[in-house]
């Protein structure tokens, strides 16, 4: 696996390189978008590759399931934009989150985990990869605990339904684990995910979750060691896939929270002598 996160240095492809470098990534999240001057994304794809640093994914993040339909329309375009530059430059995967009908983009909405919402991301993702037909790249769907796909299982009822091999897997796990089930189970979750998913698998983020005690439920995103989810299993079975295969850290306030995230996956990865993270 190659163990990635951001990196703000971008002033230019060898500044960019040398802080990836220089924080152990070998693998990066894409820093422009499509409408990046093109000679600028061309330079930092090629100084990525003589460095051996992985794109590991162009983000999309939009709602293509807006209830607005300029919204809907506009998110749609963008995400066909953003496919056809992760294809252009070779990153693994082009990803986004399904949507939402609700109006913030990534809220839950009581329609979001209906037939007709089901239905409606599978004709949206085939009219985004139809009008791109990637040779190179995969537009993923990344999970989400309140709209599809939420589970292994309805992420291969959608892989079916869409029927397009440049549809493949961004796994999250951290965005499935959505009850007390999943979260004291979550070895044997992750065991699940991976059997069913684990060929179709471009790119991973790394997070982690912690149940907190007050009433009802609440399940809060923390940095990878702070939280319950079983890092050894998580990367026992990343280690099964390809060896490229990225793992991005994400959502973190500081460096320093970056630095801590990235030494804890190490140090697990250095337990179950898993080279190279």
Known sequence: MRLGGPC??????????????????RAAIFPFKHDADRE???????????????????GAWSNPMSPDDNERKQAISFCQEQLALADEIGARCCVNIAGSRGHRWDGPHPENLSQDMFALIVETTQQIIDAVKPKRSFYCLESMPWVFPDSPESYLDLLKAIDR?????HFDPVNMISSPQRYFRNADFLRECFRLLGPQIKSCHAKDIKLQKELTVHLDE????QGFLDYEVFLNELNKLDPDTPLIIEHLPNDE???????HIRDVAKRLTIPGV
């Open 40 to 58: 600028t994304s061309h330079a930092f794809a090629k100084a990525a590759e003589e460095a051996d640093i992985l794109l590991a994914e162009v």
């Open 222 to 225: 923390v940095r990878p060691g």
């Open 257 to 263: 929270e970056y630095r801590l995230a990235a030494e």
């Open 165 to 169: 091999p440049a549809c493949s897997v």
């Open 8 to 25: 703000n240095s971008k002033d230019s492809p060898e500044s960019w390189v040398a802080e990836l470098k220089r924080l152990g990534y």
